[in-house]
């Protein structure tokens, strides 16, 4: 356990940030979900709305820095791609 100030405030400090982190970063893997299982069900109106509520969670992990920009891309190009198979 942290015995000085300056480790209990960063203990403090790591756990804020992980519960935010936790916060986006399941909220993003959710709505990846979303669109995979409508993927799954051939289901293509539902899984084009899934995958714009995605690239929106992406997009707000990479400004909050939990995601790098390019995993995000590849991610939702590879959705989209998906996506755009159900055609």
Request: hydrophobic fraction near 35%; glycine fraction near 4%; proline fraction near 1%.
């Amino acid at each position: 356990m942290a015995n000085n100030p300056q480790a209990k405030k960063r203990n403090r400090q790591r756990l804020k940030i992980t519960a935010r982190n936790r916060h986006f970063r399941t909220g993003f893997r959710t709505h990846m979900k979303r669109v995979l299982t409508a993927i799954e069900a051939s289901e293509k109106n539902e899984a084009q709305e899934a995958l714009k509520t995605a690239i929106r969670h992406l997009d707000k992990a990479v400004t909050k820095g939990i995601l790098k920009r390019a995993t995000a891309s590849r991610t939702i190009s590879r959705l989209t791609i998906a996506v755009n198979k159900l055609g």
